[in-house]
T-cell receptor, first 115, second 112 residues
Framework: EAQVTQNPRYLITVTGKKLTVTCSQN?????MSWYRQDPGLGLRQIYY???????DKGDVPEGYKVSRKEKRNFPLILESPSPNQTSLYFC??????????????FGPGTRLTVL | ELKVEQNPLFLSMQEGKNYTIYCNYS?????LYWYRQDPGKSLESLFV???NGAVKQEGRLMASLDTKARLSTLHITAAVHDLSATYFC????????????WGAGTKLIIKP
């Protein structure tokens, strides 16, 4: 089944304890992206990657890191989480098809709480 | 800077009624996407609109794009409870380097 998977789905942690949220897709997509969703603020992009070893900042990159060493994986790293990073996180991917449009397919989400 | 505005942000309606959600955007684009999100769930792609005048239909939902007016509409015909969800539009601007700019979402509640 074609899908985007994220782990963990739920995480409660404490301020300053490094964590990684994994994202993997099995659709051979070039493009991958991380979003956070907060009530009243909609979806905001954190980082994106156009292909392996190519990453760029989105609208709210502060406090986050990413890497894209393999096409299928795009982990999100919080080196020193803070309470303002409590949010619902989504990973998404899309195929850079010949038409070049960006229909994104989303993972199930990771609900993160930082105490 | 591309901005995307959805109206209304909240809509409560009765089953069987028709209604339209509007998505306005501020700069040139001919690529617009509609997504659905059920409470506590992920986002699901509904429609991809890639040219002026594009119209897509799936069941009771129909989406259209007017690039001259910078407007897309999502029309709901004879609403049923199962269509209760939050609907997002997202626009890929001409100079956006492939990125999507998202509307705030329209929370739709359909009452029996």
């Amino acid at each position: 089944e074609a899908q985007v998977t994220q782990n963990p789905r739920y995480l409660i942690t404490v301020t300053g304890k490094k964590l990684t949220v994994t994202c993997s897709q099995n659709m051979n997509h070039e493009y991958m992206s991380w979003y956070r969703q907060d009530p009243g603020l909609g979806l905001r992009q954190i980082y994106y990657s156009m292909n392996v070893e190519v990453t760029d900042k989105g609208d709210v990159p502060e406090g986050y890191k990413v890497s894209r060493k393999e096409k299928r994986n795009f982990p999100l790293i919080l080196e020193s989480p803070s309470p303002n990073q409590t949010s619902l996180y989504f990973c998404a991917s899309s195929l850079s098809n010949p038409s070049g449009y960006n229909e994104q397919f989303f993972g199930p989400g990771t609900r993160l709480t930082v105490l | 800077e591309l901005k995307v505005e959805q109206n209304p942000l909240f809509l409560s309606m009765q089953e069987g009624k028709n209604y339209t959600i509007y998505c306005n955007y501020s700069t040139t684009s001919d690529r617009l996407y509609w997504y659905r999100q059920d409470p506590g769930k992920s986002l699901e792609s509904l429609f991809v609109l890639l040219s002026n005048g594009a119209v897509k239909q799936e069941g009771r939902l129909m989406a259209s794009l007017d690039t001259k007016a910078r407007l897309s509409t999502l029309h709901i015909t004879a609403a049923v409870h199962d269509l209760s969800a939050t609907y997002f539009c997202a626009v890929e601007g001409a100079d956006s380097n492939y990125q999507l700019i998202w509307g705030a979402g329209t929370k739709l509640i359909i009452k029996p």
